[in-house]
C-alpha cells in the first residue's frame, strides 16, 4: 500500500492533512457520544437514587415537612427525627433491636459460611454414589416457593418450644438449607485447578486437609461474596422474624420497625424515616465498601446459571 | 470381548489392587457423605420432610390445637370458591405478568446502555445495583408508601404536570401499578447480569453485520438477542419465581391488611393470613402446594421450550 501511494510523493501532506482532519471529527463526535451517554445515564441514575436521597434528606427534616416535599435539601435541619428513633418502642431501646439484628446476620453468615462451603466441597470435589441427583434436588430446591416448608416448619419448632427464640431462624444456615451460596461455592470450586490437590493426596493428604489447606484459603473471594450476601439478607429479612419473634425483646429491627410505624401518630413521619434509615445504615455501609465483590458476584453468579 | 477377557485376566492376576480400589472408593463415598451431611441433614429436616408433612397437611383441616383431621379434597375445593383467594390469584397474577417483563426490559436496555467503552462505567453500575440491594426491605416499603401517600412527593409531582390529582397508597386501582414501580425500581440484580452477558458477545459479529450493512435493530434481533438468551433464559426464570414471593412491600403499605379493597392481597400474604392469623394450616398448606405446582410448571415450560429459543454457543454447556 504504501509504495504504491509513495511515486505521488507531492499529494501526501494533502491526503495526511485530510485524514488528521478526519480523525479529529471522529474523536470530536466520539466525545459528543460519550458527554450524551454521562448527560442520558446521569439522568437516569438521578431518577433511580432520588427515593434513597430524599429519603436520607427526609431525616433531617421536620415532621410536617416530609409528605410532598420534592426537596432533597431540608431546610429546618435537625437531629430531632433521630433522637426520637433512638428512644425505642414501648420501653425497648433502638439498640436491642439493633443487636439481636447483628446476633442473627453474623450468625447467617458463620453458619453459611461453614455450613455451605463444607457441602460444596463434597459436590465439587468428590465422588461418590448420588452425587448428581443429590446435586439437582439442591439445584431443584433453588427454586421452590420456601412457603411450602414454612408451615410444617412452624408446626414443629411450636411443638418444640422453639417459637420466640433465634433457633428457627439460624438452624437452616448452619444446615446449609440456603442452595443459593451452596450453588455459588461448587460453582467456584469447580474453577479451582484439580492438580492442586491431586499434588495434596499424592502427598498423602486426606479431604479433611485439602478442603482446610488448600481449598478454603483459595475460596476467599466466593467466601466474602457469600457471607456479605448472608449478612444484608438476614438484615433485611422481615417473614422469619415475623412468624418466630413475638417477644418485642427479641424484635430484629424490620420488625420493630413495622411496630414503630403501627404504633406513631400517622403525622410522625420524621421519626418513621430516621428509623428506616437507622436500620439501612449497615447495608448501606456494606455496599459503599464491598460494592465491587457485589455487584462481580451477582455477574458471574449470574452468568454460571 | 478380547478387553474384557483381558480385563478380567488382569484383575484376577492382582486381587489385591482390585480390592484396594473398591475400598479407596468406598472411603471416597464415605467422605462424601460426611462432607455432605450439612446440606443432607438440612435437606431431610428443613426441605424434604417438611414438604411430605405439609403434603399430608393440604388434605386435613388442621388449627395447631386439635389433632389434624383428614378431610380429602375439600381444602382445594374451598380453595376455588374462596373470593379472596381467586382475588389473590388475580392481583399476583397482575404483578408478575406486568412486572417481571417491564423490569427485564427496563434492565436489558439499561445493561446495552452501559456496554461501551465510555469512562465511570464503573459508577453507574454500582448505582444502579443499590436499589437491588435495598428494595425488599421494610425500610423502602415505608419510603414508597411516604411518597405515594395522599399529597405526596408522587402526587405533588403528578399535580405538577397536570395529571389527577390523589394518592396511589388509598386507591385500589393504582396499589398494584405502584408495587410494579417498586420492583422495576429494582432493575439493576437482572442488569448487572445481562451487563456481564453482553461483555461474552464478540464485536466481531457486530462488525461483520456492519460490514453487510445490518443496521441497528438487526443487530439487536440477529445479534444480541440470541447470543444473550442464555441470560435472559436465567434472568425470566429467576424473576418470575421472585415475583410469585412478593410480601414485605405489600404488607407494610398496607399495615398488615391486604388492602385498600383488597388490592394488595398477593399470594403469600393470603397465605399467611390464613396460616398465621387464621391458623388454618391445613388451608394455607393447600395455598403452598398450589403454588409450588404452578411455579413447578411456569419452570418446567421455560426449561422445555429453552431449545427452541435460547442459543448455547461454546463448547460446554
Same mark, same amino acid.
Given at each position: 500500500m504504501s509504495t504504491a501511494i509513495a511515486p505521488t510523493g507531492p499529494r501526501r501532506p494533502v491526503a495526511d492533512e485530510h485524514s488528521a482532519k478526519l480523525r479529529r471529527a471522529t474523536r470530536n463526535r466520539n466525545r459528543g457520544k460519550e458527554l450524551l451517554f454521562h448527560v442520558v445515564t446521569l439522568a437516569i441514575v438521578a431518577v433511580i437514587l432520588y427515593p434513597a436521597i430524599w429519603m436520607l434528606a427526609s431525616t433531617f427534616k421536620p415532621s410536617n415537612q416530609i409528605v410532598g416535599n420534592v426537596s432533597l435539601w431540608p431546610t429546618d435541619a435537625s437531629f430531632d427525627n433521630i433522637r426520637t428513633a433512638l428512644g425505642g418502642i414501648g420501653g425497648v431501646s433502638f439498640w436491642t433491636f439493633f443487636t439481636n439484628s447483628l446476633i442473627l446476620a453474623i450468625g447467617s453468615v458463620v453458619g453459611i459460611v461453614i455450613s455451605c462451603s463444607v457441602s460444596a466441597y463434597a459436590f465439587a470435589r468428590i465422588n461418590f454414589p448420588g452425587r448428581n441427583v443429590f446435586f439437582s434436588l439442591m439445584i431443584g430446591t433453588l427454586l421452590l416457593p420456601f412457603h411450602v416448608v414454612i408451615i410444617p416448619q412452624y408446626i414443629v419448632f411450636n411443638n418444640l418450644g422453639l417459637v420466640n427464640t433465634f433457633v428457627p431462624l439460624l438452624i437452616g444456615k448452619f444446615l446449609a438449607a440456603e442452595a443459593f451460596f451452596v450453588f455459588l461455592m461448587v460453582q467456584f470450586m469447580r474453577n479451582l485447578p484439580r492438580e492442586l490437590d491431586e499434588a495434596a493426596r499424592i502427598d498423602g493428604a486426606g479431604h479433611v486437609r485439602i478442603f482446610t489447606a488448600i481449598m478454603l484459603p483459595l475460596m476467599k473471594p466466593a467466601l466474602v461474596t457469600s457471607s456479605i450476601f448472608a449478612f444484608i439478607w438476614s438484615w433485611n429479612d422481615?417473614?422469619?422474624?415475623?412468624?418466630?419473634?413475638?417477644?418485642?425483646?427479641?424484635?430484629?429491627?424490620?420488625?420493630?420497625?413495622?411496630?414503630?410505624?403501627?404504633?406513631?401518630?400517622?403525622?410522625?413521619?420524621?421519626?418513621?424515616?430516621?428509623?428506616?434509615?437507622?436500620?439501612?445504615?449497615?447495608?448501606?455501609?456494606?455496599?459503599?465498601?464491598?460494592?465491587?465483590?457485589?455487584?462481580?458476584?451477582?455477574?458471574?453468579?449470574?452468568?454460571?446459571? | 470381548?478380547?478387553?474384557?477377557?483381558?480385563?478380567?485376566?488382569?484383575?484376577?492376576?492382582?486381587?489385591?489392587?482390585?480390592?484396594?480400589?473398591?475400598?479407596?472408593?468406598?472411603?471416597?463415598?464415605?467422605?462424601?457423605?460426611?462432607?455432605?451431611?450439612?446440606?443432607?441433614?438440612?435437606?431431610?429436616?428443613?426441605?424434604?420432610?417438611?414438604?411430605?408433612?405439609?403434603?399430608?397437611?393440604?388434605?386435613?383441616?388442621?388449627?395447631?390445637?386439635?389433632?389434624?383431621?383428614?378431610?380429602?379434597?375439600?381444602?382445594?375445593?374451598?380453595?376455588?370458591?374462596?373470593?379472596?383467594?381467586?382475588?389473590?390469584?388475580?392481583?399476583?397474577?397482575?404483578?408478575?405478568?406486568?412486572g417481571t417483563p417491564v423490569k427485564l426490559i427496563a434492565s436489558l436496555l439499561v445493561a446495552m446502555l452501559l456496554n461501551n467503552s465510555f469512562r465511570a462505567k464503573g459508577f453507574y453500575?454500582?448505582?444502579?445495583?443499590?436499589?437491588?440491594?435495598?428494595?425488599?426491605?421494610?425500610?423502602?416499603?415505608?419510603?414508597?408508601?411516604?411518597?405515594?401517600?395522599?399529597?405526596?412527593?408522587?402526587?405533588?409531582?403528578?399535580?405538577?404536570?397536570?395529571?389527577?390529582?390523589g394518592g396511589w397508597v388509598g386507591d385500589p386501582g393504582r396499589t398494584v401499578p405502584m408495587l410494579i414501580l417498586l420492583t422495576v425500581w429494582q432493575f439493576g440484580a437482572p442488569m448487572v447480569i445481562f451487563l456481564a452477558g453482553l461483555k461474552q458477545i464478540p464485536t466481531e459479529l457486530y462488525e461483520a453485520a456492519s460490514v453487510d450493512g445490518a443496521g441497528a435493530f438487526r443487530k439487536f434481533a440477529r445479534i444480541t438477542l440470541p447470543m444473550l438468551s442464555p441470560v435472559l433464559?436465567?434472568?425470566?426464570?429467576?424473576?418470575?419465581?421472585?415475583?410469585?414471593?412478593?410480601?414485605?412491600?405489600?404488607?407494610?403499605?398496607?399495615?398488615?391488611?391486604?388492602?385498600?379493597?383488597?388490592?394488595?392481597?398477593? !399470594?403469600?400474604?393470603?397465605?399467611?393470613?390464613?396460616?398465621?392469623?387464621?391458623?388454618?394450616?391445613?388451608?394455607?398448606?393447600?395455598?403452598?402446594?398450589?403454588?409450588?405446582?404452578?411455579?413447578?410448571?411456569?419452570?418446567?415450560?421455560?426449561?422445555?421450550?429453552?431449545?427452541?429459543?435460547?442459543? !448455547?454457543s461454546g463448547e460446554s454447556k
Open positions: 422481615f417473614f422469619g422474624p415475623l412468624l418466630y419473634l413475638k417477644n418485642p425483646d427479641l424484635y430484629s429491627l424490620p420488625i420493630a420497625l413495622r411496630l414503630f410505624v403501627d404504633q406513631t401518630t400517622t403525622s410522625d413521619y420524621g421519626a418513621q424515616m430516621a428509623m428506616a434509615v437507622l436500620a439501612l445504615l449497615p447495608v448501606l455501609l456494606f455496599f459503599l465498601i464491598f460494592q465491587r465483590y457485589l455487584v462481580e458476584g451477582v455477574a458471574t453468579q449470574g452468568l454460571k446459571g | 470381548m478380547t478387553l474384557t477377557a483381558e480385563a478380567t485376566r488382569t484383575r484376577g492376576a492382582q486381587p489385591s489392587s482390585a480390592a484396594l480400589r473398591r475400598r479407596r472408593s468406598s472411603r471416597e463415598a464415605l467422605a462424601g457423605y460426611a462432607f455432605l451431611t450439612p446440606w443432607l441433614l438440612g435437606f431431610l429436616l428443613l426441605t424434604a420432610g417438611p414438604m411430605a408433612y405439609s403434603l399430608y397437611l393440604a388434605f386435613t383441616d388442621y388449627n395447631l390445637f386439635a389433632p389434624p383431621e383428614f378431610t380429602g379434597l375439600e381444602n382445594f375445593r374451598r380453595l376455588f370458591s374462596d373470593p379472596n383467594y381467586l382475588q389473590a390469584w388475580k392481583v399476583t397474577g397482575i404483578y408478575v405478568l406486568v453500575r454500582s448505582a444502579f445495583y443499590l436499589p437491588s440491594l435495598v428494595g425488599a426491605s421494610v425500610s423502602i416499603a415505608i419510603v414508597w408508601k411516604a411518597m405515594f401517600i395522599d399529597n405526596g412527593v408522587v402526587d405533588r409531582t403528578q399535580q405538577l404536570l397536570g395529571f389527577e390529582a433464559f436465567f434472568n425470566l426464570l429467576l424473576e418470575t419465581i421472585h415475583a410469585f414471593q412478593i410480601f414485605a412491600s405489600a404488607f407494610i403499605i398496607s399495615n398488615g391488611t391486604g388492602g385498600p379493597a383488597r388490592s394488595t392481597l398477593f !399470594y403469600t400474604f393470603y397465605l399467611y393470613i390464613r396460616g398465621f392469623q387464621d391458623f388454618q394450616m391445613g388451608y394455607a398448606s393447600a395455598m403452598a402446594w398450589v403454588l409450588v405446582l404452578v411455579v413447578g410448571a411456569i419452570s418446567l415450560v421455560l426449561f422445555k421450550t429453552q431449545n427452541r429459543w435460547v442459543h !448455547y
